[in-house]
């Protein structure tokens, strides 16, 4: 089992930035990819960013790539998504979720085998 405890949620006037932390704990955080989702209110929940097991590859979301950057720690057992420039359109749920690593970054949620609980963002037009 992964338990994981996202923070860093909150509102934000457009433009403006927010970091988001999710702490791991229980199974050796290193063997996991992890990744960050987000869901609107009446929208599917969508892939955001993902990082390695050594943080050496990511991928990002179209919408997100340029603003949005995700890192580890893997001392801390912590994954970060520092999130620039926000939009409105940003609004949502946001979930870290761990992907037992297999050499290839996931998108999908089904991929992902353990979530957190969220943290709400909500980006002020």
């Known amino acids: 089992q992964v338990q994981l405890v996202e923070s860093g949620g909150g509102l934000v006037q457009a433009g403006g930035s927010l970091r988001l932390s999710c702490a791991a704990s229980g199974r050796t955080f290193s063997r996991y990819a992890m990744g960050w989702f987000r869901q609107a209110p009446g929208k599917e929940r969508e892939f955001v960013a993902a990082i390695s097991t050594s943080g050496g590859t990511t991928d990002y979301a179209d919408s997100v790539k340029g603003r949005f950057t995700i890192s580890r720690d893997n001392a801390k057992s912590t994954v970060y998504l520092q999130m620039n420039s926000l939009k409105f359109e940003d609004t949502a749920v946001y979930y870290c979720?761990?992907?037992?690593?297999?050499?290839?970054?996931?998108?999908?949620?089904?991929?992902?085998?353990?979530w957190g609980q969220g943290t709400q963002v909500t980006v002020s037009s």
């Open positions: 979720a761990a992907d037992l690593w297999v050499g290839v970054l996931h998108t999908a949620t089904r991929r992902y085998d353990y």
